[in-house]
């Protein structure tokens, strides 16, 4: 390899790219999916790559398997198979919390070598919620080590999280810009990396085995965290209790002619649930219906409160339910939590700009994020990523609303489980697909493309089902992003950068030169996506490999699995996100948890990788 690069007019331009992208995706100015976007344009405008390859990302390898995967992890969702899930964590932990929590670890690592992480994590949360509910474990002592087990388990194989899912894709475009004499880069199979991810997995299971008693006291836990969404626990989590109260509105109050926003504004108003005028009864009225004489109010508060606003009001208080029975009967409708997903729709909108009482029938009573509850003017809270929601509705509006997959109910609340009678044919699916791409030369994406449509014919899902539950930013970001990495090998800026760190690295030892990409690309991975930090330091590894006379492969899979080891931040990982707010964790207990798992994890990689696939 030619080790007298000079820095050229393209190379400066992809290093400046690089840098804006770094810089635009920590400052959040933009939105993710825009910046990649822009990415994509600029990269084009300026011809850094030939305009027949710019768009190769949208129909590559990566993209459709994601797509792929997130169709068929649908299906098992719909089909009940988490539920069984819980039921037989259950059965088989008779209750002793030891058990529970190695469990659910085992299970949940295991299940992530087959479906995407992000998606696991959001089904399993409910799931955990109800072991916790009916075990009475608290939440908090599951929840994380749940989420770090099922990070750890997506390194089994290339199809669980979005690095390992590029990186075939990253190592084709550089096998395009190798040097003359190279050998090209094979692909990485279904499987290839299992000795890799096994290991991971086995030691993340052990931390959590030995240490969870020790990283969250019990007594500790008795006083801050409350099992199961029970009444209590939001009464002394959001301030929410009381009792469900009707008021009929007399032709004297001045309620008369007041909008129900207008009516929750007042001194001492109670929750405002329900709505009856004339013969139309609604939960979760929306904000600018009108209120008039005659109307009557489903309320909820303490007795007392409730009735000095009926007295002051000159309302008619009733305390037996004669119009709102039905509405309110627990089987039907009442009070959950839900946590704002990572790629929600909601982040950054205010509560009353979504209109969720009269799109959804949903009512927003409190939104927590961290220790702050936010009880007065809700509808002016800004949301964000990991933001807890405590609503009322009806559980048929919200199992609907939970489809747009913008928010996780983490309260275990009645529902039917859709599709119970397909449940062989989403297994049996999920498992040619597996088969197809362990056992056969097909490509991954075609592989997981087979089970995916398998399902759909099978009526596991429907194609509007099947669209719902693909995460279009993700795939755009991804698709977007791509392009980036090839400019990177075809302008030579990854070989120039490898140049320059070998000049500082080059007479250290090789597992030096491997701790030091890995530590970077997990430093990177921090602050800007991991796919971002994928795509970035991807190519720059295989060039410091080339150079130095290492296995190019090997150096290439300590990104992808050093950009996925994020166990540090919340805000670094949509999986560690989906669990912040139920489990009401704080961000020194990721560092707490996360630090020393972090350097097992690194350190278990970097031998495992040189065991496996060899330094040179």
């Given amino acids: 390899m030619d080790m007298s690069l000079t820095l050229t007019t393209d190379m400066a331009l992809v290093l400046g790219l690089l840098g804006f992208t770094v810089l635009m995706l920590v ?104 072991v916790s509910a009916r075990t009475g474990i608290p939440l908090k002592r599951l929840l994380l080590p749940m989420a770090c087990c099922i990070l750890a388990g997506t390194n089994t194989t290339m199809i669980s999280n979005s690095p390992l899912i590029l990186l075939n894709d990253l190592v084709a475009s550089a096998n395009r810009n190798l040097p003359p004499g190279a050998q090209s880069i094979e692909a990485f199979p279904l499987f290839a990396i299992a000795p890799v991810g096994i290991p991971l997995l086995l030691v993340g299971l052990g931390y959590f085995a030995f240490l969870t008693p020790r990283l969250w006291p019990s007594e500790e836990e008795k006083q801050k965290v409350t099992p199961g969404r029970t009444e209590t626990y939001f009464a002394e989590m959001y301030g929410i209790d009381g009792e469900v109260m009707e008021l009929t509105v007399t032709a004297e ?11 929750e504004r007042l001194h001492g108003a109670p929750l405002i649930l329900a709505l009856r005028t004339g013969n139309e009864a609604r939960l979760a009225p929306p904000g600018d219906q009108m209120i008039w004489v005659g109307s009557i109010i489903g309320v909820l508060g303490k007795r007392e409160d409730i009735t000095e606003f009926a007295n002051n009001q000159l309302c008619k208080v009733q305390a037996r339910l004669r119009n709102f029975g039905d509405m309110f009967n627990p089987t039907r409708a009442g009070i959950s939590e839900v946590v704002v997903s990572p790629n929600s729709r909601w982040i950054k909108q205010r509560v009353g700009d979504l209109r969720l009482r009269k799109r959804f029938g949903i009512n927003v009573l409190a939104v927590t994020r961290g220790e702050q509850v936010f009880r007065e003017d809700v509808r002016e809270v800004t949301l964000r990523p990991g933001d807890s929601l405590v609503v009322h509705s009806l559980w048929r509006d919200l199992t609907l609303a939970a489809e747009s997959r913008d928010f996780v109910v983490v309260t275990d609340y009645p529902q039917e489980e859709q599709r119970p009678s397909k449940i062989w044919h989403a297994v049996i699916f999920f498992g040619i697909a597996m088969g197809l791409g362990l056992f056969t030369d097909l490509k991954l994406a075609v592989a997981m493309l087979t089970g995916a449509v398998g399902m759909l014919l099978a009526g596991v899902l429907s194609m509007d089902e099947a669209y719902h539950a693909i995460n279009w930013k993700t795939i755009f970001i991804l698709a977007c992003l791509i392009p980036l990495g090839g400019a990177m090998d075809s302008t030579g800026t990854a070989a120039w950068i490898a140049q320059e760190v070998l000049v500082y690295l080059g007479n250290l030892p090789p597992w030096v030169v491997q ?51 994020t166990y540090l931040l919340p805000s670094a990982n949509p999986v560690l996100l989906v669990i912040a707010g139920p489990g009401g964790y704080k961000t020194r207990d990721f560092l707490r948890v996360g630090l020393p798992l972090t350097v097992l994890i690194l350190v278990t990689t970097l031998v495992s990788i040189n065991l496996v696939f060899g330094s040179s």
């Fill in 253 to 263: 109050s001045a309620l008369v002619g007041m909008s129900v926003i207008e009516a």
């Fill in 27 to 130: 400052l959040e100015w933009i939105r993710a999916d825009l910046i990649a976007l822009l990415v994509l344009v600029v990269i084009g405008v300026t011809g850094l790559m030939p305009v027949d390859q710019l768009f190769d990302g949208f129909a590559g390898n990566a993209v459709m398997s994601l797509i792929a995967v997130m169709i068929m992890g649908a299906g098992l969702d719909r089909t009940g198979v988490l539920g069984k899930a819980a039921s037989f964590i259950l059965r088989l932990a008779g209750g002793v919390e030891t058990r529970v929590s190695h469990l659910i670890n085992a299970m949940v690592g295991s299940m992530s070598a087959v479906m995407q992480s992000q998606a696991l994590a959001t089904l399993f949360v409910p799931v955990v919620s109800r």
């Fill in 515 to 565: 701790a030091f990409i890995a530590i970077l690309a997990l430093i990177l991975s921090q602050v800007i996506s991991n796919v971002g930090a994928a795509v970035m330091m991807v190519p720059m590894a295989i060039n410091i490999a080339l150079a130095s006379g290492g296995n190019p492969a090997a150096y290439a899979l300590i990104v992808a699995i050093s950009t996925s080891n």
